[in-house]
């Protein structure tokens, strides 16, 4: 799929998930609770793959990263791969791929502004093979408008 396409269902889906379920960034829910709700939206525009929150697997093996910097990862395996679960992932499942886009979300209340995010989305394409990267930033703090935007767009031949 085109980068333009990709960006374009994506910005229409961030309208939708604001647009219905403006309650979760007013009451400043979980990240994962938006992952998920984004995940309802854009499945049916990408219908022909899965949609995924949270989704641990590479194939049948617990998705690792190898190049993280130690105040970027998570739980490191005996050969220092760090265990990688992006927030959310279009993609074919099982090991063939291919590996379409990889989300992270980012609430403005969360007190890491997201400094390791865009870092782990140049991860996730260089080794998982993602072909597009976004990092979103919801709008959730008090007084303030529901909202979510692409602030990050990954794709070939951008760095």
């Given amino acids: 799929m085109e980068p333009q396409t990709v960006r374009q269902i994506l910005e229409e889906s961030l309208r939708e998930l604001v647009k219905k379920d403006g309650h979760l960034f007013e009451n400043d829910v979980n990240e994962r609770t938006i992952a998920a709700r984004l995940a309802i939206y854009l499945q049916p525009r ?8 949270d989704y641990n697997r590479d194939g049948n093996r617990p998705k690792r990263l190898a190049v993280l910097t130690r105040e970027c990862d998570g739980y490191r395996n005996e050969k220092d791969e760090s265990l ?10 099982g090991p ?41 930033i919801c709008e959730t703090r008090k007084g303030r408008s529901a909202d979510a935007a692409i602030t990050e767009w990954l794709e070939d031949g951008w760095q």
């Fill in 46 to 53: 990408f219908p022909e793959y899965s949609v995924d929150a």
């Fill in 84 to 93: 990688a679960v992006p927030d959310l992932i279009v993609h074919r499942r």
């Fill in 96 to 136: 063939g791929g291919p590996n379409l886009l990889v989300l992270e979300i980012k609430k403005t209340t969360n007190r890491d502004k997201g400094g390791c995010d865009r870092f782990r989305l140049l991860a996730f394409r260089e080794q998982l093979g993602y072909t597009y990267g976004a990092l979103i």
